[in-house]
């Protein structure tokens, strides 16, 4: 699995297609992902685990959320953190992790 992570409409999904040659491969804004498995109650750990294995080929977007304001709301705190440790165990698994910047993408893995 490959790992993009980088800020809102910093290049991610462009640097992403440029290094998968199968797009279908290719999983854009994870975050979304573990938001609705929060929304359903599901054990978000457990279903990170189950996405790594089910993509271990593929490439995957992940927004940084970490350096913006701290959320008031409590659902959204814990959004927040739980996207920023999804995001460590999945770069733990990632052979290859890349963080992209205003376009520029810097391999960090």
Known sequence: ???IVGGAFQGKKEYA????ENQEQVVFDAQDMILSW??????????AEAF???????????QEMGSGI?????FERE?????GRIGC????AATQ???????VSVRIK
């Open 97 to 103: 992790v890349y963080r992209v910047v205003m376009g």
């Open 79 to 83: 959004y927040r953190e739980l996207c």
């Open 52 to 62: 790594v294995k089910r993509h271990a080929d593929g490439v995957i977007t992940l």
């Open 38 to 47: 929060m929304k359903e109650g599901k054990d978000v750990y457990q279903e």
């Open 70 to 74: 701290i959320p008031m709301d409590e």
């Open 89 to 92: 165990i999945w770069a733990k």
């Open 17 to 20: 297609y440029e290094i998968c």
């Open 1 to 3: 699995m490959i790992l």
